[in-house]
């Protein structure tokens, strides 16, 4: 019922001549992004170990380089969170413009 509203508002919106641009989306991409999330936490995890062991073996260079990977995963876990945020409305998206 809710599309048939939502498409029937856009038909109409369409129709009227003081609309040049009507984009309708309805693709919920929340589920790719917190897959992908959870991938990087992954990816910062095995990092992190890993520099602990190179810091434990002496190898200063290598246990920095790894925790400065592990550090850059975290943040992309964290922007995939915040696009699974974003995206995880559920409905449809209905822009309006010129």
């Given at each position: 019922m809710?599309?048939?509203y939502f498409l029937g508002l856009a038909a109409l919106l369409t129709a009227s001549p003081a609309?040049?641009?009507l984009v309708i989306g309805g693709?919920?991409?929340a589920e790719r992004h917190e897959q992908r999330a959870d991938q990087d936490r992954m990816d910062a995890r095995r990092d992190s170990a890993e520099a602990q062991r190179d810091a434990a073996m002496g190898n200063y260079r290598g246990a920095s380089r790894e925790q400065h990977e592990a550090?850059?995963?975290w943040r992309d876990a964290n922007r995939?969170?915040?696009h699974a945020d974003r995206d995880d409305h559920g409905g449809v998206n209905i822009q309006l413009g010129h």
């Amino acid at each position: 019922m809710k599309r048939f509203y939502f498409l029937g508002l856009a038909a109409l919106l369409t129709a009227s001549p003081a609309m040049a641009q009507l984009v309708i989306g309805g693709g919920n991409d929340a589920e790719r992004h917190e897959q992908r999330a959870d991938q990087d936490r992954m990816d910062a995890r095995r990092d992190s170990a890993e520099a602990q062991r190179d810091a434990a073996m002496g190898n200063y260079r290598g246990a920095s380089r790894e925790q400065h990977e592990a550090r850059q995963e975290w943040r992309d876990a964290n922007r995939q969170d915040r696009h699974a945020d974003r995206d995880d409305h559920g409905g449809v998206n209905i822009q309006l413009g010129h």
